[in-house]
Structure formats: C-alpha cells, structure tokens
C-alpha cells in the first residue's frame, strides 16, 4: 500500500513537472498565411491584425503570402501545418467551397482547418469597365449576348468567385462569356482597367475608388440587402439570382485541425480585440466592411452553413470539381 502511495506522488510529481516545464503561448514567432497576393483587402487586414497580436503577445507575428491556385495552396499549406498555434490563417469565404471546384486538393477545406473567428463582412459586388456601354445589369446580358464569346470574366482559377460567376453566368441564360483566371482580385482589378476582361467581382472596398473615378459601372450587389454607400444597386437577390450567388464577403481566421483549444481561445481573443479598437474600426470603414470578431463556436455554424449552401449551388449547376 504504502509502495503504491509512492508511486502515485511520483506520477503527480511527474506531472506537475511536465505542466511547468510546458512552454506558455506564444513562445516564439507567430506566421499568418494569406493565401492571396501583397496588397489585396485580406492581406491588409492580415497585417493590421499580425501587428496588434505582435504587440500584445510579445513575440514575432509576420505575414506570409501564398497565392495560387484559387487559394488553395496557402490554405493547404495552413491545413498540413503542426497544429500548434503559430501557424495561422487569414483567408474568405472561398475556403467553404475549394473542394466543389478543385479536384485532388491534397487536404480536406471542411474538416482540415478549424474556424477561430470570423474578422470582418461586408458586401462584394460585380461590376463591369466603362468601356463596355454598360450602364446596368440588363444592358450588359443584350451587349453579351449579342457578342457571343467576345466579353470574359475574371475569376481566381476554380474558386468561389469563378462558381459566384458561373452561377451567375447560368441564371442569366448561359451568357456566353469566357472565364480568365487570375492569381488575385488585385490583378483582376487592373485587367479590367485595361478591359482585358468585362466583368469582375470583389468586395466594394476594393472598387470604390476606381467607380468614382468613373472607371467601374457596378451592375449589382452580391447581398440580400442593399449597402449604404450604392442605394441605386440592386441586389443579386432582387435581380432573381440569390439561389445561385451567395453573399461570401467574410474574412476570417482558421489554425489548422488538431490545435489546442487554449490555443484556439488565446488567438480569438486576439481578434475580439483587435475588432474593438479605433483604428482597426476606422480601417474597416474604409473598406466598408463590419468587424465582426466572433466566437469560434458562432464562425463554425456559419462556416458549415456555407459549405451546405455552395453545395446546393454547385449541384443545381452541375458544377464538376476540376
């Protein structure tokens, strides 16, 4: 009895050792991944992010850029990662959906990666270069169809923006446009300035600038509702398309599957943080977008709902991953 009592103070020993030995979070350099170019919407909120965690938790926190393939290598390189907190990812709502266009992704978007927090939403919309003619939705489906393979659209390889696109490209009567894919909706942004392509999509942050300018006609609103800053746009769900085009403005943060839950909560009290603060909210303003700063349990049942939704989209097209 007593040998057995002994072992059992030594085994508490051993573990309370082991518990101080154990090295507190974070104990080094923290990475997020934007699996997007420098300079895009994301990567500014990514950095905006990375300094006010660097100065709060007392360690390195850099951004690291990974674009390509719709996203899917920065994330696949996030979902393959040692589950372990210092490496993080800053990516939107395409993430929900990689494995309905992307065949032999190397990794499972629905499963690999764990939601933290939702950071920011706001509204995408799609609009089309002066050069067109178009001064709205209607006119450009007749100048479309009209000229049958001459007008492209602008997409992040097979992404959600090229199934938002295909969907919409399917419920306005097949218009036959080309798809033109691109690494990031920064380059995008300056191809249809050039109008190498006349149609794109990205969140109204991203093209305020140049539809003031005069450069932009935006032709609708990917939301239910619409946006304060273009009462006179209508919606995709007005137009008659909310079934196929699903609103998918949402940047949020994800660790790779298998991290530790304190993990999880140390870094999502970063973000509620950070979404607090005057200058993260004037940032956001800018970009027209609304920080969100959710809990992981709320980010997960948005996240699963619209890896349900999209799945609904792509089977009502017949979307093939490829």
């Known amino acids: 009895m007593k040998f057995a009592t002994k072992l059992f103070a ?21 990475t997020i991944v934007v699996p997007f170019p420098a300079g895009g919407q994301q990567d500014i909120e990514a950095r905006a992010l990375a300094d006010s965690m660097q100065r709060r938790m007392g360690q390195p926190v850099i951004v690291e850029n990974r674009p390509g393939a719709g996203a899917a290598i920065g994330i696949g390189y996030v979902a393959k990662a040692a589950p372990d907190g210092y490496t993080v990812l800053v990516t939107g709502a395409g993430a929900a959906l990689l494995h309905l266009v992307q065949k032999n992704l190397g990794f499972d978007n629905t499963k690999d990666i764990v939601p933290v927090s939702m950071l920011s939403n706001g509204t995408s919309l799609i609009v089309a270069p002066k050069e067109v003619g178009a001064k709205n939705w209607p006119e450009f489906m007749e100048i479309a169809k009209k000229n049958p393979g001459k007008l492209n659209y602008a997409t992040l390889g ?3 923006v090229s199934l938002a696109m295909e969907g919409l490209r399917n419920a306005a009567g097949n218009l036959p446009m080309t798809d033109i894919p691109y690494k990031g909706s920064a380059e995008y942004i300056t191809a249809a300035l050039r109008n190498d392509v006349q149609l794109i999509l990205s969140t109204i942050g991203s093209f305020k600038q ?3 300018a005069g450069a932009f006609v935006p032709m609708m609103q990917v939301a239910e509702k619409r946006n304060a800053a273009f009462p006179n746009v209508p919606t995709t769900k007005e ?4 079934e196929k085009i699903r609103p998918f403005a949402w940047t949020g943060v994800f660790v790779p599957a298998g ?8 870094i999502y009290e970063e973000v509620a943080f950070y979404v607090k603060q005057p200058e ?18 709320d980010f997960k049942n948005v996240y699963d709902a619209d890896i349900a939704a999209w799945g609904a989209v792509a089977k009502s097209i017949n979307l093939q991953p490829q």
Request: no cysteine; proline share 9%; net charge positive.
């Open 158 to 160: 097979v992404s959600s």
């Open 259 to 266: 991290t530790p839950q304190p993990i999880i909560n140390r």
């Open 280 to 297: 993260s909210l004037k940032r956001a303003e800018g970009y027209y977008t609304d920080l969100v700063g959710s809990t992981p349990a």
């Open 239 to 242: 137009l008659g398309y909310g």
């Open 10 to 30: 030594a085994g508490l020993a051993m573990l309370a050792g082991a518990a101080v030995a154990q090295p507190t979070y974070p104990g080094r350099q923290i």
């Open 210 to 212: 140049h539809i003031d």
